[in-house]
């Protein structure tokens, strides 16, 4: 009897500690479905600003994600930007460049310009003026234009605008002006015209094209081929169309700012804008500007989004009036996104890693004590559809960071896959660098569900 009252008791035992051990696996395996960011806790701050915003509707929060051409497309940024704006308020659109003047685009705002103005990037700092300042941008943009007007529309109502800030090198180059009703003050006038273009080695259509603001079947019809393939070392005839614009300037009714600070001048007014014109203040030989944010007066979320196309962390920490003037956007959270440009320039991870490490420590000498989360960069293939490694040691450094949160990209465009190489699963481009508006809106909605997720989180813990 006793014997069995032995067993009995032992086999009860191996239960509990089999049971004991299964739970504790169970908690593992949900913590770690909860902690889909690494290193959460270094976002606690920026939620407990997220908390606020959602229980009193009062103020706004600041997101700036910084990063490379995947981010000044806007398509990832903007799969973010929609739903958080959904949930916590839309503040406005925040910060805003020209990239393209006189031309249709599907942005949310339309630049135009009576002026020649010299677009160029921090990474290619030989091709603009000597004195050039990179700003918050990323790029110089300039003109020595006198009696220049630059104008700003939205192209809907929900991007009207009450307040503007215009960031410059010097703030007093520059006055804001609008007009009354409809009226038209820029009269644009077109005429088409052909330029060249010599194809390196690598190129595609698709990406001359974008280079070019024109589409790739204009470029295939003026040249009379039918395949998307093209040899390096062809001359292609490149339509583009050239937009004269003369001004009316009887139409300006002059603003007054509300603040002038260094790099910045504001404006407000109560009546939501939707068009707005920058005008040159005092002659000079130069005028540069970095930038214009726009605001409304509604509580909520602004996302702003500041990419280069073709820059490394790099060529940021080698600007350093970025730095200087990214606290005009009073960031609640830092977003950066590098690792694409590098890895096609054959950087080392120890190089990379140092890079992105003076990066934060560059945000931080300005941005004082400001949430830092970095993504690792997204799957991409070198030339000749080579497998880029870089990319993987670059994901696997980073995620041995703890001084910041991390959010694994690399390793989400790798599930999507699957355990072959289907590059069709993840959106990919034809350039196999970019994705397709899908596969950034995928990458967009899985990073909210995850920053939602370690939110719901965080509010858990404070109840």
């Known amino acids: 009897m006793n014997s069995k009252i032995m067993i009995r008791f032992f086999s009860t035992l191996l239960c509990l500690a089999v049971a004991s051990n299964?739970?504790?696996?169970?908690?593992?395996?949900?913590?770690?479905?909860?902690?889909?960011?690494?290193?959460?806790?270094?976002?606690?701050?920026?939620?407990?600003?997220?908390?606020?915003?959602?229980?009193?509707?009062?103020?706004?929060?600041?997101?700036?994600?910084?990063?490379?051409?995947?981010?000044?497309?806007?398509?990832?940024?903007?799969?973010?930007?929609?739903?958080?704006?959904?949930?916590?308020?839309?503040?406005?659109?925040?910060?805003?460049?020209?990239?393209?003047?006189?031309?249709?685009?599907?942005?949310?705002?339309?630049?135009?310009s009576n002026a020649n103005w010299q677009i160029c990037r921090n990474n290619l700092p030989l091709?603009?003026?000597?004195?050039?300042?990179?700003?918050?941008?990323?790029?110089?943009?300039?003109?020595r234009t006198d009696r220049f007007v630059l104008s700003v529309e939205a192209s809907e109502d929900r991007y009207k605008f009450n307040t503007i800030k215009v960031v410059s090198p010097i703030t007093s180059y520059y006055r804001l002006a609008m007009v009354e009703g409809n009226k038209k003050p820029l009269i644009h006038s077109e005429r088409y015209n052909i330029t060249f273009h010599?194809?390196?080695?690598?190129?595609?259509?698709?990406?001359?094209?974008?280079?070019?603001?024109?589409?790739?079947?204009?470029?295939?019809?003026?040249?009379?081929?039918k395949s998307n393939n093209i040899n390096a070392g062809r001359n292609l005839r490149i339509p583009i169309i050239i937009t004269e614009t003369g001004v009316d300037t009887s139409m300006f009714r002059p603003l007054e700012y509300q603040l002038q600070e260094r790099f910045v001048s504001v404006y407000h007014q109560d009546k939501p804008?939707?068009?707005?014109?920058?005008?040159?203040?005092?002659?000079?030989?130069?005028?540069?500007?970095?930038?214009?944010?726009?605001?409304?007066?509604?509580?909520?979320l602004i996302y702003h989004n500041i990419g280069t196309t073709g820059s490394m962390a790099t060529h940021y920490n080698s600007t350093p009036l970025f730095f200087e003037q990214l606290p005009i956007l009073s960031p609640?959270?830092?977003?950066?996104?590098?690792?694409?440009?590098?890895?096609?320039?054959?950087?080392?991870?120890?190089?990379?890693?140092?890079?992105?490490?003076?990066?934060?420590?560059?945000?931080?000498i300005?941005?004082?004590?400001?949430?830092?989360?970095?993504t690792t960069p997204p799957i991409s293939l070198l030339y000749q559809k080579r497998w880029n490694?870089?990319?993987?040691?670059?994901?696997?450094?980073?995620?041995?960071?703890?001084?910041v949160a991390i959010w694994d990209l690399y390793s989400f465009t790798k599930g999507l896959m699957g355990s072959e190489e289907k590059f069709s699963a993840i959106k990919i481009s034809h350039d196999y660098i970019h994705y397709t508006n899908e596969g950034y809106l995928n990458q967009g909605t899985e990073f909210v569900f995850d920053l939602l997720n370690e939110y719901k989180y965080y509010k858990r813990g404070r109840e």
């Open 22 to 112: 299964l739970y504790a696996q169970m908690l593992q395996t949900s913590d770690a479905e909860q902690h889909s960011i690494k290193n959460a806790q270094h976002l606690y701050p920026f939620f407990e600003k997220l908390a606020q915003l959602e229980k009193n509707k009062q103020g706004k929060i600041n997101i700036v994600h910084i990063g490379d051409s995947h981010i000044q497309s806007d398509f990832f940024t903007n799969a973010i930007r929609n739903p958080l704006q959904q949930k916590f308020g839309d503040g406005g659109r925040g910060f805003i460049f020209p990239y393209s003047f006189n031309k249709p685009t599907g942005r949310p705002y339309h630049f135009s």
């Open 127 to 143: 091709r603009c003026y000597p004195d050039t300042e990179f700003g918050l941008s990323g790029y110089g943009l300039s003109t």
């Open 198 to 225: 010599r194809v390196k080695k690598g190129e595609t259509l698709d990406i001359i094209a974008r280079a070019y603001n024109v589409s790739a079947t204009d470029i295939k019809k003026a040249n009379k081929i």
């Open 273 to 300: 804008a939707s068009v707005l014109y920058l005008l040159q203040s005092k002659k000079q030989p130069l005028y540069s500007l970095n930038g214009i944010i726009v605001e409304n007066d509604a509580p909520g």
């Open 332 to 364: 609640d959270l830092v977003i950066i996104s590098f690792g694409t440009n590098e890895s096609f320039s054959s950087i080392s991870v120890e190089k990379f890693i140092a890079e992105m490490e003076m990066l934060v420590n560059n945000i931080r």
């Open 366 to 374: 300005t941005c004082h004590n400001v949430p830092i989360l970095i």
């Open 389 to 403: 490694t870089y990319i993987l040691e670059y994901s696997e450094a980073l995620l041995r960071k703890e001084n």
